[in-house]
């Protein structure tokens, strides 16, 4: 498999998205999506992700693997139920947890989706993608 096809199989993961208009449910050949309702998160395929971020129509967020702004937890991907946030730790505290707790593992650590460097490159190729959500106060 080279990597067009890998990246196009990367663009069906589901990512959220906030929109900002008004849509009943789409219907699909891979099912439904919606409803759309301006400021409601709701899931889309990556590939629409993309095409309603180049048209201004959302906003997206990242996927929870891919954020620092809380506590990730154990990876949903290995069928562990992901730990509760912890919004009062900081960024540095909080990679410095997830780091303690890779180490104590015996084994490596499960990846996170089985396209996520497919889904990094294809989300960080766009500028301004995301809204950065911060906690912190900057000094």
Not at 78 to 102: C, T, W, Y
Request: hydrophobic share 40%; net charge negative; aromatic share 8%.
């Amino acid at each position: 498999m080279d990597a067009a096809e890998v990246e196009f199989l990367a663009e069906k993961e589901l990512v959220t998205i906030i929109p900002n208009f008004s849509l009943d449910k789409i219907y699909l050949i891979g099912g439904e999506l919606g409803p759309f309702n301006p400021g409601l998160p709701v899931d889309v395929p990556l590939w629409l992700a993309i095409n309603l971020k180049q048209r201004q129509k959302c906003r997206l967020l990242p996927p929870e693997w891919m954020d620092v702004g809380e506590d990730a937890g154990p990876c949903p991907a290995a069928g562990v139920p992901r730990a509760e946030p912890l919004l009062l730790l900081s960024s540095q505290e909080k990679l410095e947890k997830m780091r303690d707790r890779e180490r104590k593992e015996e084994t490596f650590t499960p990846v996170p989706s089985p396209y996520y460097m497919e889904l990094t490159k294809l989300l960080l190729n766009h500028k301004s993608f995301f809204t950065p959500v911060s906690t912190e106060t900057p000094i």
